[in-house]
């Protein structure tokens, strides 16, 4: 062993130590840096969720609201309210040149502007608009002022123009309760029973329409055979009454209105959720001139047979139970509520 004597001990002033490296700060200091980005990330995810929750659940709705007001007090300041023309002092006549004048009025709004929805104990009391001829899809998700909006507007289908022997209305069913979302419970025959009758009047002319069917469709082939009810007008009357026939079979409900070759009809067309694409449809023809327009409620009632698309049915095929033609429906009795001259 060395020895040191006392001028030759080394100074432990002049030691060196050798530290090694401690990476625990840096590695703090680099997962605060992480924690701090995924909560400004989060932030800003939240904030603009929160953002989107509050335009489509309040302000979107304000906004529809507030249009479909703004379009209603110009409607009914123009005298396009539907009355009792005798308690009114009105002719019959005099009432329905009012309520087309009214439509007119909204004309000066947008020329677009083709006619008056009303039902009765339902939210649906707005304008129906005509899309250009290049562009039939154009109200679907834009307000009458053009604006763009999800709830779109209730619109003509490009296949019926005003004055069509059956004119196609479209509208989106928003589960907000908003456009056609309403029509959708027609199926059932209370609910017909508290709106049977539809004010729908055109710049052309007034009127009001019974429902006769309310009738679930499919548009996907992959559900059955499709029927085509975007028709409106027709080359016959024989073609005309085969495609009311069609109408007439698939109602749910029975309203006891009759129906003939010289009636003119609507249809409202909405989205339906049954199944995938899936439409509900309420059809309802003008109240013929000199013809009581209310409608005995009593004889409202659910159909019995009513024919769904195959794709409702648990066996995938509906029941052979309604003969292909409407004449030979009508021979078999199996029909009440034609009264028409055409196969007499």
């Given at each position: 062993?060395?020895?040191?004597?006392?001028?030759?001990?080394?100074?432990?002033r002049?030691?060196?130590?050798?530290?090694?490296?401690?990476?625990?700060?840096?590695?703090?200091?680099?997962?605060?840096?992480?924690?701090t980005?995924?909560?400004?990330?989060?932030?800003?995810?939240?904030?603009?969720?929160?953002?989107?929750?509050?335009?489509?659940?309040?302000?979107n709705?304000?906004?529809?609201?507030?249009?479909?007001?703004?379009?209603?007090?110009?409607?009914?300041?123009?005298?396009?309210?539907?009355?009792?023309?005798?308690?009114?002092?009105?002719?019959?006549?005099?009432?329905?040149?009012?309520?087309?004048?009214?439509?007119?009025k909204?004309?000066?709004?947008?020329?677009?502007?083709?006619?008056?929805?009303?039902?009765?104990?339902?939210?649906?009391?707005?304008?129906?608009?005509?899309p250009?001829?290049?562009?039939?899809?154009?109200?679907?998700?834009?307000?009458?002022?053009?604006?763009?909006?999800?709830y779109?507007?209730?619109?003509?289908?490009?296949?019926?123009?005003?004055?069509?022997?059956?004119?196609?209305?479209?509208?989106?069913?928003?589960?907000?309760?908003?456009?056609?979302?309403?029509?959708?419970?027609f199926?059932?025959?209370?609910?017909?029973?508290?709106?049977?009758?539809?004010?729908?009047?055109?710049?052309?002319?007034?009127?009001d329409?019974?429902?006769?069917?309310?009738?679930?469709t499919?548009?996907?082939?992959?559900?059955?055979?499709?029927?085509?009810?975007?028709?409106?007008?027709?080359?016959t009357?024989?073609?005309?009454?085969?495609?009311?026939?069609?109408?007439?079979?698939?109602?749910?409900?029975?309203?006891?209105?009759?129906?003939?070759?010289?009636?003119?009809?609507?249809?409202?067309s909405?989205?339906?959720?049954?199944?995938?694409?899936?439409?509900?449809?309420?059809?309802?023809?003008?109240?013929?001139?000199?013809?009581?327009?209310?409608?005995?409620?009593?004889?409202?009632?659910?159909?019995?047979?009513?024919?769904?698309?195959?794709?409702?049915y648990?066996?995938?095929?509906?029941?052979?139970?309604?003969?292909?033609?409407?004449?030979?429906?009508?021979?078999?009795?199996?029909?009440?509520?034609?009264?028409g001259?055409?196969?007499?």
């Amino acid at each position: 062993m060395k020895q040191y004597n006392s001028n030759q001990m080394p100074d432990p002033r002049h030691r060196v130590q050798v530290v090694e490296d401690d990476p625990a700060p840096a590695a703090r200091r680099k997962s605060s840096v992480w924690l701090t980005i995924l909560i400004v990330v989060f932030a800003a995810v939240f904030l603009v969720s929160a953002g989107v929750l509050i335009w489509e659940m309040v302000i979107n709705p304000f906004i529809a609201d507030q249009n479909a007001e703004e379009i209603q007090e110009v409607f009914v300041e123009a005298g396009g309210v539907a009355g009792n023309p005798t308690e009114d002092g009105e002719t019959q006549s005099e009432a329905n040149t009012r309520r087309v004048e009214a439509v007119q009025k909204l004309q000066e709004i947008n020329p677009d502007i083709s006619g008056w929805l009303r039902i009765e104990n339902t939210n649906i009391n707005q304008p129906v608009l005509l899309p250009p001829a290049d562009d039939p899809e154009y109200y679907l998700y834009r307000n009458y002022k053009r604006e763009d909006t999800k709830y779109g507007s209730i619109f003509l289908d490009v296949s019926s123009p005003v004055g069509a022997e059956n004119q196609l209305l479209h509208g989106h069913s928003m589960q907000d309760g908003r456009m056609f979302w309403s029509l959708i419970s027609f199926g059932d025959p209370e609910v017909v029973k508290a709106s049977p009758v539809i004010q729908y009047d055109t710049y052309k002319e007034a009127g009001d329409w019974k429902i006769v069917s309310v009738f679930k469709t499919n548009t996907l082939a992959s559900q059955g055979e499709v029927f085509n009810y975007l028709q409106g007008d027709f080359n016959t009357p024989e073609e005309k009454m085969q495609f009311y026939y069609e109408v007439m079979k698939r109602s749910m409900v029975d309203t006891g209105v009759d129906l003939n070759e010289n009636d003119s009809t609507i249809m409202l067309s909405t989205c339906s959720y049954e199944y995938d694409e899936f439409r509900t449809v309420v059809v309802a023809r003008k109240v013929r001139e000199g013809e009581d327009a209310n409608v005995d409620t009593s004889q409202i009632q659910a159909s019995e047979n009513p024919l769904f698309p195959d794709v409702w049915y648990a066996s995938g095929s509906a029941p052979d139970y309604w003969p292909e033609k409407f004449e030979d429906a009508l021979a078999a009795g199996m029909i009440d509520w034609y009264t028409g001259s055409l196969y007499q």
